[in-house]
């Protein structure tokens, strides 16, 4: 039993730059996606800047929003699918504790 506990104390450290990597790719598919959805939504190809000063409260507010809810969703399911998969393949879940990222 001693050994699994030591095992499981290693796996986040080895977990790490899984998770990384599957971060960026998640970050990189969400970015992708709030384009996607702020062209069908606004029929712009570009989402307001909050700096901009032609744009209104209502739109920044509303792009943030939407970016801010596709970032999340997929970041937990990035996130959910990596820890499946190694726990899995070590039979380990990848953290020490209940908690996630933060």
Known sequence: MAKKDKHKKKLPLVYQPFGF???WAGGAVAGMAFRKA???????????????????????????AVQGAIF???????????????????????????GGRD
């Open 21 to 23: 990597a599957l971060s």
């Open 38 to 64: 702020w062209k069908v939504l606004r029929h712009e190809d570009d989402a307001p800047d909050a700096l901009d000063p032609d744009r209104g409260w209502g739109e920044i507010l509303l792009a943030a």
């Open 72 to 98: 999340a969703v997929v970041r937990s399911a990035v996130d959910r699918t990596g820890a499946k998969a190694i726990a899995r393949s070590t039979g380990v879940w990848p953290t020490t504790d209940k």
